[in-house]
Nanobody
């Protein structure tokens, strides 16, 4: 059973960088052909795909967030991380990490972590 767990600060000040980590257990982030996603849901809005780091380390980002987003990984810890720079209150959301199969199905999710951007 694969499990994902988000961690990081729940409160970030405007203009700072939001940093979150997803710790994966029960499966390796280097296993073909999975992708490891970051997704967020602002209050009252739908899910927004932010980006992915694929099993081989390749990264892809949402065009609307690409200039501010970076996803990296630590294979020794089986973790992948999100950094979102220059945050504003509009970046307030529940942030999720998830796994996607090669068919595009999201089969495992973390429980989500609330991040509030406020001074």
């Amino acid at each position: 059973q694969v499990q994902l767990q988000e961690s990081g600060p729940g409160l970030v000040k405007p203009s700072q960088t939001l940093s979150l980590t997803c710790t994966v257990s029960g499966g390796s982030i280097t296993t073909r052909y999975y992708g490891w996603m970051w997704i967020r849901q602002p209050p009252g809005k739908g899910l927004e795909w932010m980006g992915v780091i694929v099993y081989d380390g390749s990264t892809y980002y949402s065009p609307s967030l690409k200039s501010r987003t970076s996803i990296s990984r630590d294979t020794s810890k089986n973790q992948f991380s999100l950094q979102l720079s220059s945050v504003t209150p509009e970046d307030t959301a529940v942030y999720y990490c998830a796994r996607a199969t090669d068919s595009g199905a999201y089969d495992y999710w973390g429980q989500g972590t609330q991040v509030t951007v406020s001074s």
